[in-house]
């Protein structure tokens, strides 16, 4: 049976040796082979995973707990190198075995960290599906003609059923917080540069991000600290919160389940006596546009050597977007770059004199699997741009964004909040107490109903 | 280099390449980047407008 108890509510019976991490790491791959239909690893690190438990076990038991990520089972998204195991991207094309350790990996280990595998996804982050990979579609815990999200959905899998307890995914435009939201998770987009991205391969160098996903934010809060060697515990916020909601442009799109959610959290938080407010991002309806002349053409120049030797090996929609880049005119990306800087500072001028600004994480519920179009108040969007609309804004400008389960829509499905604010330790802190209140309960995953 | 004459040349590019599925996107990319350069071109003009005349 699948183990659904957050980090932080085992690493206490796991430091005091009443629950071993030899019998977690038995748990997860159980529930990854009961649920491989999901595809949601591409590599499972089974002997190793149950070589580094027995080696933690006894660590512990000897006295030498490193910390609550010791002898914890963590996934992680297969865009990240971990020594001796081949990083596919989600990818056919040929790759060899790393030759070491990401530096997020390498804290992960330092910290206690049982890496259990290497997780599904969108072919080199590129998509919010998930469905355009070499190793099958990754598929939505709660309904399996849906997709989990992505491009990290196979993380986000892996956590939402307990195949691992925590989870690295990458964020390019949303990549963490897509699937997080549509499964029920919390996720965190870090500021940018605050994570190191080293042997990660690109999407966009200059708006990749790498950050937890966990099943609480307290659980997210301790992988981000084990990730960037700090402590978020100083940085809770006192007394009430000011929330400010963008409306125009973040709220023009919304499916009913989304837009009954955001009400839910933002009248629960008043209720707590927070204060919530409307607020305007100035130009937020730049942001696709920023966004596509600067992805395309980074993506396009990293995939340069490889897009017309192993035309075939990449997924067509993928590589036809790849090839798209090659086009865009470097006048338009510098024209991107400085538009970058401007809405960087009106999300700065947004968030002066608040704690956060509070928003949906996704307009709408897991789409089914190869849908093109989603419809919004008779409205047809295209599937990709209605996943990316609220979250790509904070990838351009670099602002620390964490998804929150925020309950499910009529549909069944899960529906998330968005936290933005000034630093992922404050973010996190904020997060912790819009948890409370959006989930129905501490460390529910699904909403505290799913 | 004005827009339609960028995506008329990219469009007979990708026909040439073999890649005619590239058309439809080319003309979605070319509509953004008329976004992007009226975004840019607002923005400057209001920056301008923003900046005091230099006192000479």
């Given at each position: 049976m699948s183990d659904l108890r957050t980090i932080s509510e085992i690493a206490p019976l796991v430091q005091s040796g009443r629950l071993s991490p030899v019998d977690l790491v038995a748990g997860c791959l159980e529930a990854a082979r009961t649920r491989s239909s999901l595809n949601a690893f591409i590599t499972l690190m089974a002997d190793q995973a149950r070589a580094d438990a027995e080696r933690a076990r006894s660590e512990i038991a000897s006295g030498h707990y490193r910390g609550p990520l010791h002898g914890i089972p963590i996934a992680v998204k297969d865009l990240i190198d971990v020594a001796g195991t081949k990083t596919t991207s989600g990818s056919a094309l040929p790759v060899t075995a790393a030759a070491a350790d990401a530096p997020v990996i390498t804290r992960l280990r330092e910290a206690g960290a049982i890496i259990i595998g290497k997780t599904n996804l969108h072919e080199f982050a590129f998509g919010t599906t998930s469905d355009e990979t070499a190793f099958g579609p990754v598929r939505h815990p709660l309904d399996e003609s849906r997709s989990a999200g992505g491009s990290s959905g196979g993380s986000a899998v892996a956590l939402a059923t307990g195949m691992a307890f925590g989870a690295l995914g990458t964020d390019t435009g949303g990549s963490i917080r897509i699937p997080s939201a549509v499964c029920g998770l919390v996720g965190l987009k870090p500021a940018l540069g605050e994570v190191s991205t080293a042997r990660v391969v690109p999407l966009s160098g200059t708006l990749d991000h790498v950050g937890p996903m966990a099943r609480s934010v307290a659980d997210a809060t301790l992988m981000h600290d084990v990730l960037t060697a700090s402590?978020?515990?100083?940085s809770a916020p006192q007394g009430p919160l000011t929330f400010g909601v963008p409306g125009s442009y973040f709220c023009d799109l919304l499916d009913a389940g989304a837009r009954a959610a955001l009400t839910r959290v933002r009248e629960a938080l008043v209720t707590a006596g927070h204060r919530v407010v409307d607020i305007t991002i100035e130009n937020a309806a730049w942001t696709p546009h920023v966004y596509l002349h600067i992805v395309l053409p980074e993506a396009t120049c990293y995939h340069a050597p490889w897009l017309e030797p192993h035309a075939d090996d990449y997924s067509p929609g993928v590589r036809i977007r790849l090839e798209m880049g090659g086009y865009v005119l470097g006048e338009d990306y510098v024209r991107a770059m400085r538009l970058r800087d401007r809405l960087r500072s009106h999300v700065d001028r947004a968030l002066a004199g608040l704690d956060a600004l509070l928003l949906?994480?996704?307009?709408?519920?897991a789409p089914r699997i190869d849908a093109a179009t989603v419809e919004f108040e008779g409205a047809s969007v295209p599937v990709r741009a209605a996943m990316l609309r609220l979250t790509q804004l904070f990838n351009i400008t670099g602002h620390p964004a964490l998804a929150i389960p925020a309950g499910l829509g009529g549909d069944g499905l899960p529906r998330g909040v968005q936290i933005v604010g000034r630093s992922s330790a404050e973010v996190l802190a904020i997060g912790r107490a819009v948890e409370r209140y959006s989930s129905g309960g501490d460390g529910s995953v699904g909403g505290g109903t799913g | 280099m004005y827009i339609e004459d960028w995506l008329a040349a990219a469009k007979a590019d990708a026909i040439k390449r073999k890649m005619p599925e590239l058309v439809p996107l080319l003309e979605g990319l070319a509509a953004s980047t008329a976004a992007l350069r009226k975004a840019d071109a607002e923005d400057r003009h209001s920056a301008k407008s923003e900046t005091p005349p230099e006192r000479t």
């Open positions: 402590s978020s515990t100083a949906p994480a996704q307009p709408m519920g | -």
